[in-house]
């Protein structure tokens, strides 16, 4: 399981991971988005983040329950109390990226709704929130600042097989 903030690689760790162990990649934002039938930013606009996040808490507990591959949560996804617990005992990866990173891998036009105002403080308070949790759900931590996927993917693999 890959968790971090937006930017820090999730989704092309995950597909690269799932390529080198042969197994199925699954992202929990995609499967919101096929729930709702509309984009994460559209679901936050028309529906508000407490819809989003409901969908998101059964998207987690779902994909966890059927999916034996490599999954990468949405970067909230780890402050539900409920899917903290679920991934505990897991093999939880934390993608730590710094915020010049995350800023220019995300871009700042890009549509991500909680990054709408103000994105680049938006982006570093979300990142200061959330990092306590991703430490502590992470077996492994792994800094992606100015690191090829290539080189983020062998730390990896060596990391969880040791």
């Not at 690689?9 to 690269?16: E, I, N, V, W």
């Not at 505990?88 to 909680?114: I, K, M």
């Not at 308070?125 to 993917?153: G, H, N, S």
Request: aromatic share 4%; charged share 30%.
């Amino acid at each position: 399981m890959l968790i971090g903030p937006p930017g820090s690689g999730k989704t092309t760790l995950g597909r690269l991971l799932a390529a080198r162990f042969g197994v199925a990649f699954r992202d929990t934002d995609a499967d919101v988005e096929a729930v709702a039938g509309k984009p994460v930013s559209d679901i936050f606009v028309e529906d508000g983040e407490e819809r989003f996040r409901e969908l998101e808490r059964e998207a987690v507990r779902r994909a966890l329950a059927e999916h034996d591959g490599v999954l990468s949560l949405g970067g909230g996804a780890v402050l539900d109390e409920g899917t903290q617990a679920l991934l505990a005992g897991q093999p939880v990866v934390y993608l730590q990226v710094g915020l010049a990173d995350a800023v220019q891998r995300v871009g700042l036009a890009s549509a991500r709704p909680l990054l709408v105002l103000n994105p680049r403080s938006r982006l570093k308070k979300l990142m200061e929130e959330r990092r306590p949790i991703y430490e502590r759900l992470a077996v492994l931590t792994v800094v992606t600042d100015q690191r090829p996927p290539e080189e983020l993917a062998d730390e990896i693999v060596k990391g969880l097989a040791s």
